[in-house]
């Protein structure tokens, strides 16, 4: 008969987090092996894209006022080539929640080896395509992001305000959403006008 078409399947289990109780996590082991060998084994690393942590943590301690926030659900919004998504095979109950089907990941899986690269790659990309009509946003993502996790100190609320305005817009028309918004400003908590829950104050400017 014909060969199997070439392929990896990645086991996975699910994990609770003590602060997010009921709320079950599906881990996959990318780096679980099967006669010696994990997908891990095989994935490129990629170039290191994101920004240095020291140069980050420095340059977020500089200026007057500070913000941090991350991109929701980042993973999940970089697809993987069809070409590649073999490679990326899990088992999964089917629709009658009985049987078993033989499912294709589209999207990079959190702890895969390539995932980090390929994500701030496409980030970076979004930013530079972006760099005339959203600059500061553009700057932004480039140099102040770490994976998902966003952190800049600006001199003045004003060009905060502006700044996360602006870096929310640009991202949203990728389906990226910058939420869980923290500063030392009560100005830009309010000017933004994200809910109470999201945006918090850390500490008076």
Same mark, same amino acid.
């Given at each position: 008969?014909?060969?199997? =078409?070439?392929?990896?399947?990645? $086991? ?7 602060? @997010? ?7 996959? =082991?990318?780096?679980?092996?099967? @006669?010696?060998?994990?997908? *891990? ?9 994101? #920004? ?23 993973? $999940? ?5 069809? =070409? ?57 993502? @480039?140099? *102040? ?7 800049? #100190? ?29 500063? *030392?400003?009560? =100005? ?11 945006? @918090? ?5």
């Amino acid at each position: 008969g014909e060969p199997a =078409e070439p392929g990896w399947y990645i $086991p996975h289990h699910g994990v609770y987090h003590p602060w @997010k109780p009921g709320k079950l996590r599906v881990v996959s =082991e990318c780096s679980a092996t099967f @006669k010696g060998r994990s997908l *891990n084994d095989t994935l490129l690393h990629g170039p290191d894209l994101n #920004s240095n942590l020291a140069g980050l943590l420095c340059r977020f301690r500089k200026e007057k006022v500070a913000v941090t926030c991350d991109i929701q659900k980042m993973f $999940p919004l970089f697809r993987v080539p069809v =070409e590649d998504r073999k490679y990326l095979r899990f088992l999964w109950y089917g629709p009658d929640g009985s049987s078993i089907i033989d499912y294709h990941m589209n999207v990079h899986f959190f702890g895969a080896k390539s995932s980090p690269s390929c994500l701030f790659y496409g980030l970076q990309k979004i930013a530079d395509d972006n760099s005339e009509s959203f600059p500061k946003a553009a700057t932004f993502v @480039k140099q *102040n992001f770490y994976v998902d996790d966003g952190l800049i #100190s600006v001199p003045l609320a004003a060009e905060t305000i502006s700044l996360v305005r602006q870096a929310r817009t640009m991202l949203s028309h990728k389906n990226l959403l910058l939420h869980k918004f923290l500063s *030392n400003s009560q =100005e830009v908590a309010n000017a933004i006008g994200v809910d109470s829950s999201e945006m @918090k104050v850390i500490a008076k400017p």
